[in-house]
């Protein structure tokens, strides 16, 4: 896919932008929001993992590929950190949005890109799509299996897949228990909520234990609510130790 036109940027969360107001369309649309604003300092990169380059393209120009493939999706929008200078050089023409509103956290981030959503005239209702910027093997089918899966449901969902290994509890190097994988699931993205809920839960989290807040989904299950769990794919692993971009390299290069 070729990323043909400029990217329409957003500054503050309070500016409007090049984007058209969405207010006068019908409801609910599905938006993606991408947190781009890590350093992945675990991938042991040159550079933010983000932009390391796998088959060819930046990690993030796989992700951002394959999201544009979804028509379902009315705009995707990429959180950047406000000092990043690389994303215009390894992604070109970025025909989304870009809000260089990234905070210290995950969770800031993409608090921050919701309102900028809300910004450009998407409302309480609209669905939000979050997924990580290094799940770059991502493919269309996953993400319209999720919408069909959560567009009707009454707090939204995340693909998963069921845990298949043994768990072990640690204490060190040395194995203090085994767990139960039974009703385990592990999470996977996007995870699709809708945009109000989501910012109450992410505000709510973010004023007390934001450290429990590992993901959107544990937010929403802090205020009581039980995500749909989507069956997802091996093949949508995030990309975070060295060993993990050989294989993403070979699986792209297998899709190519």
């Known amino acids: 896919m070729a990323l043909s ?9 309070d500016r409007p932008t090049q984007l058209q107001n969405l207010s006068h369309l019908p409801t609910p649309h599905c938006f993606a929001l991408v947190p781009c604003a890590g350093k992945g300092e675990r991938a042991g990169t040159r550079q933010p993992k983000q932009y390391e ?9 796989h992700t951002l590929q394959a999201l544009f493939s979804v028509s379902r999706l009315q705009a995707v929008l990429v959180v950047l950190h406000p000092e990043d ?22 969770a800031q981030s993409v608090l921050n890109g919701l309102l900028a959503l809300r910004s450009q005239g998407a409302h309480d209702a609209d669905w939000v799509l979050v997924h990580d910027a290094a799940r770059c093997l991502l493919q269309a089918r996953w993400v319209n299996a ?6 009707h449901d009454p707090v939204g969902g995340l693909l998963a ?6 768990l072990k509890q640690a204490q060190g190097d040395r194995v203090e ?3 139960s994988r039974t009703q385990k699931w592990q999470a996977q993205t996007p995870q699709m909520f809708r945009l109000g809920a ?5 505000q709510q989290a973010l004023a007390g234990s934001a450290d429990m807040i590992t993901d959107e989904s544990s937010a929403i299950e802090a205020m009581g609510q039980r995500p749909k769990l989507v069956m997802g794919s091996l093949e949508n692993f995030k990309l975070t130790y060295p060993p993990d971009f050989e294989l993403a390299e070979k699986l792209l290069r297998m899709r190519s």
Do not use: Y
Request: aromatic letters at 4%.
């Open 5 to 13: 036109s400029g990217p329409r940027i957003i500054e503050s969360c």
């Open 53 to 61: 380059a796998v088959a060819g393209l930046p990690m993030v120009q």
């Open 85 to 106: 200078d690389l994303f215009e050089q390894h992604v070109p023409n970025f025909p989304g949005l870009v809000a260089r509103v990234g905070g210290s956290t995950r």
């Open 146 to 151: 999720l919408i069909d899966a959560c567009e």
């Open 161 to 166: 897949l069921p845990v298949a290994d043994t």
């Open 177 to 179: 228990c085994s767990i």
């Open 198 to 202: 989501l910012e109450s839960a992410l």
